[in-house]
């Protein structure tokens, strides 16, 4: 059973560029969720994607968007990078047919760095 | 809408037991418990579910007052593996909230 990953590993982006992070579920997981998690704190909701569409969207604005392909993998887009989007970004699958009545497994992260 | 954690940190010794409490302003559908080491991405510990129903590590347990909109997690003959922040998480409006984290290290 493939675990969930997740690409780059490490990021570096200037401000005002546009970046794309992906995320590949553990086998089986028909859910993707995507969180921010800036320096000693906890992680923060992005979003949800379940049968290719949004499933539940926390408080970020509309350059944060997503997709959700048929095979579950998914893609995180941030445009016009701010000197606050450098975070670790998260994906987490999970096999709950939306929602969150399920466990949630996550990939390694993604080191997003703006300058 | 993000749950409170108490105590923000904890040190323990090898083999003592701990508690770790999440609170919610709002009812409490399900809550699920993570760990997350330094450097690592959290994994998952546990889930607790409306009507009692829980999934999770045999070697953790955890209860989930509804009424109180509150639940606790419980380390027992804790080992220097449990180190690491400790997140409680709930989810309201299709949004998915973690706690404010607690701190946990466990000294030889």
């Known amino acids: 059973e493939t675990g969930v990953t997740q690409s780059p590993t490490h990021l570096i982006k200037t401000r005002g560029q546009q970046v794309t992070l992906r995320c590949s579920s553990q086998?089986?997981?028909?859910?993707v969720s995507w969180y921010q998690q800036a320096l000693g704190q906890g992680p923060q909701f992005i979003f949800q994607?379940?049968?290719?569409?949004?499933?539940g969207r926390g408080n970020f604005p509309p350059r944060f968007s997503g997709l959700q392909f048929p095979n579950y993998s998914s893609e995180l887009n941030v445009n016009a990078l701010e000197l606050d989007d450098s975070a670790l970004y998260l994906c987490?699958?999970?096999?709950?047919?939306?929602?969150?009545?399920?466990?949630?497994?996550f990939g390694p992260g993604t080191r997003l760095t703006v300058t | 809408q993000q749950p409170v954690q108490s105590p923000q940190a904890v040190i323990l010794r090898e083999g003592e037991d701990a508690v770790i409490n999440c609170s919610s302003s709002?009812?409490?559908?399900?809550v699920h418990w993570y760990r997350q080491k330094h450097g690592e991405a959290p994994v998952f510990l546990m889930i607790?579910?409306?009507?009692?129903e829980q999934k999770g590590h045999e070697k953790i347990s955890a209860s989930f007052n509804e009424k109180k909109q509150q639940s606790s997690l419980y380390l027992t003959a804790s080992q220097l593996s449990y180190s690491g922040t400790y997140f409680c998480?709930?989810?309201?409006?299709?949004?998915?909230?973690f706690g404010t984290g607690t701190s946990l290290t466990v000294i030889p």
């Open positions: 998480g709930t989810f309201a409006g299709n949004q998915f909230y």
């Open positions: 607790l579910l409306k009507g009692g």
């Open positions: 709002k009812a409490l559908y399900s």
């Open positions: 994607y379940y049968r290719e569409e949004e499933n």
């Open positions: 987490a699958s999970s096999d709950q047919g939306g929602g969150f009545i399920s466990e949630q497994y």
């Open positions: 086998s089986g997981h028909n859910t």
